[in-house]
């Protein structure tokens, strides 16, 4: 019993802090949050900045198309989930032949 209790106070200690997450071009996530909280986004960006994240094609390493941070805040600030996908058909491809990701910083307040 006392492993169990143990387990979840870690659980709910990582759900409730700042985090971040990274999506490959190309795939659906979603950031969600517990039941009475909400998402607050900080910062969002999509295009490559690191080369060890999201594998593939990756000729460029510093690209950005304008309006990811935009995007994801008014997709995601103030709900208590939200999906995130296709992000080329939405921002536009920044780098073309290089596999993009979105990052973002968020909160569960």
């Known amino acids: 019993m006392m ?3 143990v387990v979840m106070m870690c659980f709910f200690y990582a759900v409730n802090a700042r985090g971040s997450v990274d999506f490959c071009d190309g795939s659906r996530g ?3 949050c517990p039941i009475g909280q909400t998402i607050f986004v900080y ?19 510093n690209c950005q198309a304008n309006g990811g941070d935009d995007y994801v805040k008014n997709a995601c600030t103030g ?10 058909d939405i921002l536009g491809d920044p780098c073309r032949g290089t596999t ?3 990052h973002v910083d968020f ?3």
């Open 43 to 61: 910062t969002a960006f999509y295009g490559r900045n690191n080369p060890g994240t999201c594998p593939g094609s990756n000729t460029q390493y």
């Open 100 to 102: 993009k990701y979105m």
């Open 30 to 32: 979603e950031i969600s």
């Open 79 to 88: 709900q208590n989930s939200c999906y995130l996908s296709s992000f080329d």
């Open 3 to 5: 492993k169990w209790l």
């Open 107 to 109: 909160e569960c307040l």
